[in-house]
């Protein structure tokens, strides 16, 4: 047995193989994007033969599906993290700290943001994208629930619109963002940026 051999198999045994393939698999995807992003290609990345992925994912479908689960995991994190640092229990507040996190998750991590809202390639019947996904909704929920006080605003005509209207309002500020449709407000510095973000976001507040 080679060394690299010896070397892969022992990565199959603890685990490293599957964290290396999807490390590689974001890094061909924000480089190639989906025209040039393979098996193959992420199987070098990663140093390992190309049978390798499909050990641990199947196919193409199996590697991205796994890779969008694992960004929504994240990024339901960032927008964790960005409410518990506002420190606050003002519902308004912390929506708009929310807002912020899944702006600032979709700037540091545009092809990843593009293959869980945007692309067909995933499996969103997976169970763990799935189950992913669901988590990350459920947050905005609860967030437009707290503000307008409603146990379940998906039960209510009036609290789905709110729903709407809140996912719209930040998902469509993230992508005009990363599409740079919004020239208007570049030339200034982070934290006016952050401010004004935070300003927009700011609108979904109930009236």
């Not at 599906?65 to 420190?87: H, I, M, N, P, Y």
């Not at 708009?96 to 692309?119: C, D, Q, W």
């Not at 934290?191 to 004004?196: F, I, K, M, T, V």
Request: aromatic share 6%; hydrophobic share 40%.
């Amino acid at each position: 047995m080679t060394r690299k051999k010896a070397t892969e198999r022992g990565s199959y045994h603890h685990g490293d193989l599957r964290r290396a393939l999807l490390v590689a698999a974001e890094q061909e995807l924000t480089e190639k994007g989906f025209e040039g992003f393979t098996l193959r290609s992420c199987a070098k990345r990663a140093g390992v033969s190309h049978a390798a992925p499909a050990h641990h994912f199947g196919d193409m479908t199996g590697l991205l599906s796994a890779l969008a689960a694992e960004g929504f995991e994240r990024f339901l994190k960032v927008t964790t993290a960005r409410v518990e640092k506002a420190g606050t229990d003002d519902p308004d507040a912390r929506m708009i700290a929310m807002g912020l996190g899944y702006v600032e998750f979709a700037r540091a991590n545009p092809a990843l943001f593009t293959l869980m809202f945007s692309s067909k390639k995933p499996d969103h019947d997976d169970e763990r994208l799935r189950q992913a996904g669901t988590a990350a909704f459920a947050q905005l929920v609860g967030g437009v629930a707290a503000m307008i006080g409603s146990e379940d605003p998906l039960s209510s005509r009036e609290g789905r619109r709110r729903v709407a209207a809140t996912w719209a309002i930040v998902h469509g500020l993230s992508h005009l963002l990363l599409s740079q449709q919004m020239k208007f407000l570049e030339g200034q510095s982070e934290e006016e940026l952050q401010a004004d973000i935070a300003a927009i976001i700011g609108v979904i507040r109930p009236r």
